[in-house]
């Protein structure tokens, strides 16, 4: 059983930084693959950001890259995504999920987060 709860959404203009946080509980959480997803409305969830287990690999999306970075701190079981530079596009619900390796495709995820909200305003 892996409980997350992900946090730090909210309304920015664009051009402005949020840093959102997955609160992970239940197994160990460095044995886990922290990835995030994003779903704008009448989109797809998409993958954005992965990270291995202890920090070993990063991945991201092409549309994130050199704007988001991906982060875990395994001692206090929590993962995060600063994203810099946001643009409107970047508007979507971002999901923290876990899975046994960085995993882009959303139907082998295990765990999900409930999502938190993430608005940009032109």
């Known amino acids: 059983q892996v409980q997350l709860v992900e946090s730090g959404g909210g309304l920015v203009q664009a051009g402005d930084s949020l840093s959102l946080s997955c609160a992970a509980s239940?197994?160990?959480?460095?044995?886990?693959?922290i990835n995030w997803f994003r779903q704008a409305p009448g989109k797809e969830r998409e993958f954005i950001a992965g990270i291995g287990w202890y920090g070993d690999s990063i991945k991201y999306a092409d549309s994130v890259k050199g704007r988001f970075t991906i982060s875990r701190d395994d001692a206090k079981s929590t993962a995060y995504l600063q994203m810099n530079s946001l643009k409107a596009e970047d508007t979507a619900v971002y999901y923290c999920?876990?899975?046994?390796?960085?995993?882009?495709?959303?139907?082998?995820?295990?765990?999900w987060g409930q999502g938190t909200q993430v608005t940009v305003s032109l």
């Open positions: 239940g197994r160990t959480f460095d044995q886990y693959a």
């Open positions: 999920a876990v899975a046994r390796e960085i995993m882009e495709v959303p139907g082998y995820i295990h765990y």
